[in-house]
């Protein structure tokens, strides 16, 4: 694995190469993990929400309905261009090239979702990110964090060892873990920790 983050033009590349760069739009794989992360989610609905690394918006027109407003970007010109073709019908969604850790939009936001992008950062920049992330989230707001966790030469880090430095972040406590053979899913919430209950969220004791 390499150390540095993967730049700009290598996603460039993958999605004038190919129509469906990981197989997002035609996966069964793809369909049931967007499921898992909608079902993992604490809250109904959602004031306002970031996506980064959206890919061609396929998470993003399945959170759309539950945002007031969602903030969606990603590096590669055509993977924005596609999503934007996507959520056309949601005026709520703003989408925008940008890479992050570097370019992050301003908060507060009250979820963050980090779908399959931190392994492809280099240490310094998972850190940026991460703490970019939770410093924009609202108290009791939501970072949902879902990777890929099987060998994957090409990353420059582990999916896993994207979630245990994500666990060890100060000022963010966990909600709940999914872990299967394929991926992992981790949902954080910014303290008080008394947010981590979704009973208490809801209105239930």
């Known amino acids: 694995m390499s150390t540095g983050s993967l730049r700009t033009e290598h996603f460039d590349r ?14 069964w794989y793809e369909d049931r993990k967007r499921a898992v992360v909608l079902a993992a989610l604490p809250d109904p609905r959602y004031r306002r929400a970031f996506e980064p690394g959206c890919a061609g918006g396929a998470l993003s027109a399945l959170l759309a309905p539950r945002c007031d407003e969602l903030v969606a970007t990603d590096v590669a010109r055509e993977a924005v261009d596609r999503a ?3 959520l056309a019908g949601h005026p709520h969604v703003l989408l925008e090239r940008a890479a992050v850790p570097h370019e ?8 963050v979702v ?8 280099g240490a310094d920049d998972r850190a940026a990110l991460w703490h970019a992330v939770r410093d924009r989230l609202t108290p009791g707001g939501t970072l949902l964090a879902v990777h ?3 060998e994957a030469p090409e990353y420059p880090v582990d999916g896993n060892v994207v979630h245990d430095e994500l666990a060890r972040l100060d000022g963010l406590a966990r909600i709940a873990e999914h872990r299967e053979a394929d991926f992992r899913l981790d949902v954080l919430t910014r303290v008080p920790p008394d947010a981590r209950s979704v009973a208490r969220r809801v209105g239930l004791r």
Not at 14 to 25: A, I, V
Not at 114 to 121: I, K, P
């Open 114 to 121: 980090v779908s399959e992008l931190a392994y492809y950062f």
């Open 14 to 27: 993958l999605w004038n190469d190919e129509d469906d760069p990981w197989g997002l739009e035609s996966s």
């Open 84 to 86: 934007r073709t996507r």
């Open 148 to 150: 890929w966790i099987r």
């Open 104 to 111: 992050v939009p301003d908060g507060p936001f009250d979820l």
